[in-house]
């Protein structure tokens, strides 16, 4: 069985930063692309940060040159730093990872998910 456990949410005011952490736990083949998505109330599921395992990465166009995505691979780790945040960035962020299976395919594993809540 795999988990997901994120940590670092919380309450910061604008302009502030915050770290978001994910790490993989439990019977583990392969992790392939690992990411963030958010979802804030009443809008739609947003794919933040996605980084692969050699460390290729793909942004939203809205936390372009704010958020950094990194991992660590020995470790199942991906992290989110989260820089210059705004109001706007308040959600529940969640982490993902893609697992591949022994026998083939991929599996997609999700993190409990985490508020984040950026004052004015």
């Known amino acids: 069985q795999v988990q997901l456990v994120e940590s670092g949410g919380g309450l910061v005011q604008a302009g502030g930063s915050l770290t978001l952490s994910c790490a993989a736990s439990g019977v583990i083949f392969s992790i392939g692309v690992m990411g963030w998505y958010r979802q804030a109330p009443g809008k739609q599921r947003e794919l933040v940060a996605s980084i692969t395992r050699g460390a290729n990465t793909n942004y939203a166009d809205s936390v372009k040159g704010r958020f950094t995505t990194s991992r660590d691979n020995a470790k199942n780790v991906v992290y989110l730093q989260m820089n210059s945040l705004k109001p706007e960035d308040t959600a529940v962020y969640s982490c993902?990872?893609?697992?591949?299976?022994?026998?083939?395919?991929?599996?997609?594993?999700w993190g409990q998910g985490t508020q984040v809540t950026v004052s004015s």
């Open positions: 993902y990872a893609e697992m591949g299976r022994p026998q083939g395919g991929l599996t997609k594993y």
